[in-house]
């Protein structure tokens, strides 16, 4: 059986995994500070651990799930990094800098099966579910390039390649083990995870007792366009997607992000905004706008910028928040999936 990964583990779980193996609870902390805090990459460079826990460990666990493959550097300082599985497959994670500081994004499958038709990761269907210590590593990486510079990631958002909630487990883990003080301690407040919709999961993560943020992606003011733009929408229709919405509204009394993906041509029209105002009037919500990236294998188009303003203008008039999504590392492959699609086809 394949060795768990050490980042795979929750503080509580290192606590009851200290106490199966006859170790004082102290030690959970001390190997969470090694993780977290120090960062080092082999359970040996834990030299405040008895030789035979350090073994005991390596035994157990395998510590790093991330070869670095490639690192891309944009001019506006985003950073993406292909990073290699050890079963060969690769994933992406991107380091973005805003004015309220650095975030970074996570994948959490390798591909996806959802299908969204202006994304990228989807075109290889879904290989397989990432474990929480594949998704935790990503965010130890970005940090320690961060650490170079003596700067620190701030937010995390999981909106990279795969939908989070069809690997629910594993991304609830993520979560608690970056908030944890005794981990990265990255706030809740500043976590975002993005869904396109599975609505049984919306209610779970509306009933997990914390601060999380949540992100849907709506991409269309109907159910129709929505079916033809995301095939989820015909197992989970619009109606059903705003009923949960409603529910975490209620439930958290949080505020919802609705992404919404511009497309010329397709739901990036007048008439789109006024539908979406309509949809969306009085819901404490965010909608963030994304002019979306030319897709090589597909043949979707950028909105033109006078008419994403215009968009907004139209959801300003119905007092639905409005945002239009600033672009990173538009000089690299800033698509989800892009880069990783490009490495399947070297490595084909
Ligand atoms: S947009 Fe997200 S959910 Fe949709 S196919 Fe791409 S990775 Fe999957």
Not at 55 to 72: K, S
Not at 150 to 168: A, I, Q, T
Not at 207 to 223: F, K, M, R, Y
Not at 257 to 272: R, S, V, W
Request: hydrophobic residues 35%.
């Amino acid at each position: 059986m394949m060795k768990p990964f050490a980042y795979d583990l929750t503080f509580p779980g290192w606590k009851e995994w200290m106490k199966e193996n006859q170790q004082p609870a102290f030690r959970a902390k001390q190997v969470m500070d090694w993780l977290y805090v120090k960062r080092v990459d082999a359970f040996d460079e834990m030299t405040n651990l008895p030789k035979d826990l350090r073994e005991r460990l390596n035994e157990t666990f395998r510590l790093q799930p991330l070869d670095v493959l490639t690192t891309q550097v944009s001019s506006d300082g985003t950073v993406k990094f292909l990073f290699g599985l050890h079963d060969k497959h690769a994933i992406e994670t991107v380091i973005m800098r805003h004015q309220y500081g650095i975030s970074v994004c996570v994948t959490t499958q390798v591909g996806c099966r959802v299908g969204c038709t202006f994304c990228a990761s989807t075109l290889g269907g879904l290989k397989r579910n990432l474990s929480a210590g594949e998704i935790v590593a990503q965010v130890v990486q970005a940090q320690k390039y961060l650490d170079k510079t003596d700067e620190r990631v701030k937010s995390v958002v999981v909106m990279g390649s795969g939908e989070p909630f069809e690997n629910y487990e594993p991304t609830m883990d993520f979560i608690r083990i970056i908030n944890d003080p005794a981990g990265l301690h990255i706030g809740q407040r500043h976590i975002t995870v993005s869904t396109s919709g599975v609505v049984p999961n919306i209610y779970r993560f509306a009933d997990e007792d914390w601060q999380v943020g949540l992100a849907i992606s709506l991409h269309s003011p109907n159910t129709d366009l929505r079916s033809k733009l995301m095939p989820i929408n015909r197992r989970y229709p619009l109606a059903e997607l705003l009923d949960a919405c409603w529910y975490y509204l209620e439930k958290t009394g949080r505020r919802l992000t609705f992404e919404y993906a511009l497309i010329g041509g397709k739901n990036d029209q007048p008439e789109h905004a006024h539908e979406l105002g309509k949809l969306l009037k009085g819901m404490n919500c965010l909608v963030n706008l994304i002019p979306v990236n030319y897709v090589p294998e597909r043949d979707y188009t950028r909105t033109p910028r006078k008419q994403v303003f215009e968009f907004k203008r139209i959801l300003d008039s119905y007092r639905v928040n409005t945002t239009i999504r600033r672009e990173h590392g538009h000089d690299i492959d800033a698509a989800c999936g892009q880069l990783r699609a490009k490495h399947s086809n070297v490595n084909a």
